[in-house]
């Protein structure tokens, strides 16, 4: 059964931990991440953005590969299905859709259209009992062809937000999705103590894990991060090991071209990927 993230981030941030959201793709991505979280026994979210969305043949599609997949695999572990960055419309969508939480990102807005936006949001949420992340100070890098350099969020904007009652906050502290580019100047610890004195004990989230240096990481974490998401990290490590099969030529061995064995050597690098970050969030045995 799917469930809001609400109990699961508000249990890292009082333990001092983190639950990884990994976004996924399709079939081999959600049940790698599924099965690495059953093993270990963490917590997990999964993350979908609305481009994954509509290449996964749109949120019903699934929200049903997910539920089956709990299911089938015998998933003990909280698992909360999450839409990544979502529109307005896409939220609606993905709430009527059966997903369990749901990201609005009205950073792009005016601050007052982000408000009345949030709140009708929140307000919804409430009702279906599903938990809601928003967004201030636009997070850097490229996301959906959009590049920018990492912004930090002005503290005074979160409160404003934080207490519409959302379940948690992404503020920029400078990260940036994809790749760092090697002038990064890296996180702004004291814009994420300036936000967390603001937001008191409002679960924070860290977006664009990717690279960022496991010490950063933790810091983080200590200052209330309770949520790092992670995307191209298994996109990196799944092109590399499919990459290396095809160069040793295993895809052209006996049936080495069978879906199920190219795609396999990806589907492990996903789960070692998986596993690294869960036991640098500290949420190994948190389920």
């Avoid at 408000?115 to 279906?128: M, P, Y």
């Avoid at 790092?228 to 061995?253: H, M, S």
């Amino acid at each position: 059964m799917l469930v809001s993230a609400k109990e699961m981030l508000n249990k890292a941030r009082d333990g001092k931990y983190a639950v990884g959201q990994f976004n996924i793709n399709n079939l081999e991505w959600t049940k790698a991440i599924l099965q690495t979280a059953e093993e270990l026994k963490s917590p997990v979210i999964l993350g979908v953005s609305e481009g994954a969305g509509k290449y996964m043949t749109g949120y019903k599609t699934v929200v049903g590969m997910v539920k089956g997949m709990l299911e089938e695999l015998k998933i003990t572990v909280p698992v909360a299905l999450h839409l990544d960055h979502g529109s307005y419309e896409g939220a609606k969508a993905c709430i009527e859709a059966g997903f369990s939480s749901v990201m609005f990102d009205g950073s792009h807005y005016p601050i007052d259209e982000n408000v009345a936006k949030t709140t009708e949001l929140v307000k919804i949420c409430n009702d279906k009992g599903l938990s809601i992340e928003a967004e201030v100070g636009s997070i850097g890098g490229e996301e959906d062809g959009v590049v920018g350099m990492g912004e930090c969020a002005d503290p005074k904007e979160c409160k404003m937000i934080a207490d519409l009652g959302v379940t948690m906050l992404a503020a920029g502290i400078g990260n940036i999705h994809g790749k760092y580019p090697d002038n990064w100047a890296g996180l702004s610890f004291e814009t994420l103590e300036a936000v967390k004195n603001e937001v008191g004990d409002m679960p924070l989230v860290l977006h664009g894990g990717t690279g960022i240096p496991a010490d950063m990481i933790k810091k983080a974490i200590s200052l209330g991060v309770a949520k790092i998401n992670v995307n191209t990290e298994c996109q990196l490590a799944f092109q590399e090991a499919t990459r290396k099969y095809i160069e040793a030529g295993k895809d052209k061995e006996g049936k080495g071209f069978d879906p199920r064995k190219l795609l396999a050597p990806g589907a492990e690098a996903i789960k070692a990927t998986v596993k690294e970050k869960m036991e640098l969030f500290g949420s190994v045995g948190k389920a």
